[in-house]
C-alpha cells in the first residue's frame, strides 16, 4: 500500500455499480476493499454535489 504521508500526490476512486451493490475503493491504483452492501437499483442523478471531507448539516446546505 502507498504511504500517505510522503508528500506526494495520490489517487484515490471509489466505484459503485447499482445492479449488485458492490462499492470498491481503490488507493493509487491498488484495490483497498470492496463490498455488496451499498443500495441496489438507485441511480445518481445528473449535476449531483459530491462533497468530500467537510460536514454537510442537510442535503445542499453547508454551514460554517
Do not use: V
Not at 43 to 48: E, Q, R
Amino acid at each position: 500500500s502507498s504511504d500517505l504521508h510522503d508528500n506526494g500526490w495520490h489517487h484515490h476512486c471509489l466505484t459503485w455499480r447499482n445492479t449488485d451493490g458492490k462499492a470498491c475503493l481503490f488507493l493509487d491504483g491498488t484495490t483497498l476493499m470492496c463490498t455488496t452492501s451499498y443500495q441496489t437499483g438507485q441511480t445518481i442523478p445528473a449535476n449531483g454535489k459530491f462533497i468530500l471531507g467537510q460536514e454537510q448539516d442537510s442535503l445542499g446546505r453547508l454551514t460554517g
